[in-house]
């Protein structure tokens, strides 16, 4: 498997919302929240930045595939939470 859960990643491409017309552009953070293992698929929480809402997020889960997602490193992790704090 390529991640555990827990596991902060980073994604490589759009991806498509399954039930709307969101797009989650290449380079969200996200946390993986379950792992799949056939086929092998990871459902990930994701926060996007919506300055329009209250908290100025709007959250989403999606599944992803292996080749969608790279695994981010403690060091990234820390400096993508703090960015998206820093946004805050």
């Given at each position: 498997?390529?991640?555990?859960?827990?596991?902060?990643?980073?994604?490589?491409?759009?991806?498509?919302?399954?039930?709307?017309?969101?797009?989650?552009?290449?380079?969200?953070?996200?946390?993986?929240?379950?792992c799949?293992?056939?086929p092998?698929?990871?459902?990930?929480?994701?926060?996007?930045?919506?300055?329009?809402?209250?908290?100025?997020?709007?959250?989403?889960?999606?599944?992803?595939?292996?080749?969608?997602?790279?695994?981010?490193?403690?060091?990234?992790?820390?400096?993508?939470?703090?960015?998206?704090?820093?946004?805050?």
């Amino acid at each position: 498997m390529k991640a555990r859960i827990y596991s902060q990643i980073k994604t490589l491409v759009d991806i498509r919302v399954d039930f709307s017309d969101r797009i989650i552009p290449i380079g969200t953070v996200g946390t993986i929240v379950e792992c799949y293992r056939q086929p092998e698929g990871y459902a990930v929480d994701i926060a996007m930045p919506n300055h329009q809402l209250i908290g100025g997020y709007e959250y989403d889960n999606v599944i992803l595939q292996p080749d969608q997602f790279s695994v981010m490193q403690e060091t990234e992790s820390s400096e993508a939470t703090m960015q998206v704090e820093s946004r805050s």
